[in-house]
């Protein structure tokens, strides 16, 4: 096992039979040796710092109806919101001051936020704030929207391909999606300029462990700045609302595989990961991640963006969250630092 690792760690990449050996026989001796490799490569590009984005869920509206999520278009339960202006600069106003650098603009796809309201949008936060990074993340978009976003000011964007697996996809999705057109939104993504994230859920129905070396063999392929990965958690209001959670050591060991893939990478240690384990945040940077996204969204807002159940910290203010999570982090070992935590080498 360690040799497949110590493999990984040299060519930053494995076959994808070796990839499936490591995920259906590592144990705890393996993963710790993993982590150690990851926590020496994080903190060869970063030391001890990690980069907190703040999170602004500005639309719980979806015209998707993708088969595991809280806010799917066919949720008759979804106490449906969106945010003005106003409140999303309010939010960014709030964000600065507590030290925020990055602020990242997630929501459903949702009709209302036409390009030109986006475009308003991202330029106001860019005019204001002209030392922050905007990250946009909400779904699928032709090229030449991409385009204008990122003219407006925005600078990165997360788009989960969720699985790389065709079959696997159509079981998670109803039939208006399609992966090679998530695949071509990342490409286009790319193209343009963006910071690119994606991801996928660990756990999702129907996933096997083919699937996740297919993930990494995606991620390896696309060399996207951002990768996002976090259990799967069931909503209860979905189709898929009586399957199990994902594995947080299975996640752990993905975090820490990723880590050694993308050696100066950003990786997010999940809100999902801290609502399936107490301490999985924590955790998750101990395997190599090196990111938090706490909320930053109104508090009135919080518990209706659920796309999974009992997520965490839906109400807390976020000074008392970023207080929290500085806490967290020192009790690792690690600091959480004012930068807009740029992927390393990123020429814009």
């Known amino acids: 096992m360690k040799n497949l690792i110590d493999k990984l760690y040299q060519e930053q990449t494995l076959e994808k039979d070796e990839f499936i050996y490591l995920l259906e026989h590592f144990d705890k001796e393996t993963s710790e040796y993993l982590f150690s490799l990851a926590r ?17 869920e500005f639309t ?32 960014c106003e709030t964000g600065h001051e507590l030290g925020f650098r990055t602020f990242v603009l997630q929501g459903g796809e949702d009709g209302a936020f036409t390009d030109e309201v ?57 039939d ?40 990494l063999l995606f991620i390896k392929e ?41 050696p100066n990478g950003l990786l997010p240690s999940t809100t999902a990961l801290g609502t399936i384990d107490p301490k999985g945040r924590e955790a998750g940077i101990l395997a190599g991640a090196n990111v938090l996204m706490p909320n930053l969204s109104p508090i009135g807002v919080r518990k209706k963006y659920e796309l999974y159940d009992n997520k965490i910290c839906t109400g807390e203010e976020a000074a008392e969250c970023n ?11 690690y600091e959480i630092v004012e930068k807009r935590g740029d992927f390393i080498g990123f020429e814009e």
Do not use: W
Not at 60 to 74: F, M, V
């Open 222 to 262: 696309l060399s996207p700045q951002m990768v996002g990965i976090g259990p799967f958690i069931p909503h209860k209001d979905t189709p898929f609302g009586n399957f199990p959670a994902g594995s947080m050591d299975l996640t752990l060991f993905l975090i820490g595989i990723l880590r050694l893939m993308i």
């Open 40 to 56: 020496s490569l994080s903190g060869k590009y970063f030391g001890n710092e990690v980069y907190t984005r703040g999170l602004i």
């Open 118 to 174: 986006v475009v308003d949008i991202v330029k106001s936060i860019r005019e204001g704030y002209p030392d922050c990074a905007i990250t946009l993340s909400f779904g699928e978009k032709t090229y030449d929207q991409y385009l204008k976003y990122y003219e407006a000011g925005a600078n990165r964007y997360l788009l989960r391909h969720e699985t790389a697996d065709d079959a696997h996809y159509r079981a998670l999705h109803p």
């Open 60 to 91: 719980n509206y979806c015209k998707n109806d993708c088969y595991y999520c809280g806010i799917r278009k066919s949720n008759r339960n979804v106490d449906r919101y969106r945010l003005t202006k106003e409140e999303i600069l309010s939010c």
């Open 323 to 333: 207080v929290c999570l500085r806490n967290r982090v020192a009790s690792v070992g």
């Open 176 to 215: 208006s999606l399609s992966l090679e057109n998530r695949k071509e939104c990342l490409r286009n993504l790319k193209k343009i300029g963006y910071q690119v994230g994606t991801g996928f859920m660990v756990g999702s129905p129907y996933q096997t462990t083919e699937c996740l070396a297919e993930d």
